[in-house]
């Protein structure tokens, strides 16, 4: 089968290569992938800012549809539609794994980058990994459930970040700042999404998404709106870093009020230079996540049934893996929002 691989260390090393179809041990399930989401740490894998194990297959953000299970394997059939969570393995004996924090066990690797991801046709996964997809929720729509999961866990569930009544800011409407958008306005606050002048289609998006404002940063200097919109002029409740770039985790600490919260949900790939001073002066909360927890998971699923959030809009590109360059250069000049590999044959 074809599949999009990391293939040794370094910059780039990304090939489509041949390879045998995975084969399923005990308490596994083998997938058949139907759609994977490319995402920003896929690009970072490319550039060599994100650790990886090659020779790998990447994408670890996977729909398809399980076409062998083995025996030990209960409340799954062949057949059934399904997503996954990322971890491959985690220790179950660090600290974090007897917490519950799988997401940050010190030995945990992961589909798509410690071992191998879904850009290709057939993968396995351990059983306890999976979600059904709720019937209204096709495969495409589906891939996407990874990183909404990844936004519940860093919006919602440790301890939630947003309350009604909070003035939001989002900087950076692309794929993720959407799904925090659609989180942020279901928990009740107003939103401000930020972006430049290449979001005019994000812009169009988050409007619909219910984003009470959209600005260009380039255009429009974000704190004359803010101080008109919050009480007294005091700044955002709060601010969410969707964007991975250091401008934006700039700008967003002159737009949060004092006692506010930062919450870094983009990666940068590297070190950005921020002013920690503020963190006294305004006596903030900055809090991050990373990747997502079961938890978070059966959360982003029920907010995709009950329709809450909308994935489908943000899919703009869907390639076959054999056109994966295209895909990535696509997705890196940041012409759509979502780009889809899809399993050719
Ligand atoms: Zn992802
Ligand atoms: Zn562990």
Not at 34 to 61: M, N, Q, R, W
Not at 70 to 92: A, L, M, N, P
Not at 111 to 120: A, E, L, P
Request: charged fraction near 20%; proline fraction near 5%; glycine fraction near 10%.
């Amino acid at each position: 089968m074809k599949a999009v691989m990391k293939v040794a260390p370094g910059i780039g090393n990304i090939e489509l290569r041949d390879i045998d179809e995975p084969k399923m041990q005990a308490e596994q399930v083998k997938i058949k992938v139907h759609s994977a989401g490319i995402c920003g740490t896929d690009l970072h894998i490319y550039k060599d800012e994100y650790p990886s194990f090659p020779p790998v297959v990447l994408g670890h953000e996977v729909a398809g549809e399980i076409i062998e299970i083995s025996k030990e394997v209960d409340g799954y059939q062949i057949g059934d539609r399904v997503t996954t969570e990322t971890y491959f393995s985690t220790c179950g004996i660090c600290a974090y794994c007897r917490d519950g924090y799988t997401n940050l066990c010190l030995n945990r690797l992961s589909i798509g980058s410690g071992v191998n991801g879904g850009f290709t046709q057939y993968l396995v996964v351990p059983a306890t990994n999976l979600h059904h997809l709720p019937e209204n929720v096709s495969f495409e729509a589906g891939a996407l459930t990874e990183p909404l999961a990844c936004v519940v866990n860093g919006v919602l569930d440790k301890p939630p970040t947003v309350t009604p009544g909070d003035v939001a800011v989002i900087a950076g409407p692309g794929a993720i700042g959407l799904l925090t958008l659609q989180v942020v306005k279901s928990a009740g606050a107003t939103v401000v999404t930020l972006g430049t002048d290449t979001d005019q289609q994000r812009f169009e998006l988050a409007e619909q998404f219910g984003s009470d404002y959209t600005l260009n940063v380039q255009q429009q200097d974000p704190l004359d709106l803010i101080r008109q919109i919050t009480n007294e002029g005091l700044g955002a409740d709060i601010v969410y870093e969707c964007s991975g770039a250091g401008p934006a985790a700039m700008q967003l600490i002159d737009l949060v009020r004092r006692q506010g919260r930062y919450v870094q949900v983009g990666l940068f790939g590297h070190a950005v230079s921020w002013d920690l001073d503020q963190l006294c002066y305004k006596e903030l909360i900055a809090t991050g996540s990373f990747a997502s927890t079961p938890e978070s998971w059966r959360r982003a699923i029920r907010l995709l049934a009950d329709g809450t959030v909308q994935t489908m809009p943000l899919i703009t590109d869907i390639f076959g893996v054999n056109d994966w360059r295209k895909a990535f250069d696509n997705f890196e000049q940041r012409n759509g929002i979502k780009t889809l590999l899809q399993p050719v044959g």
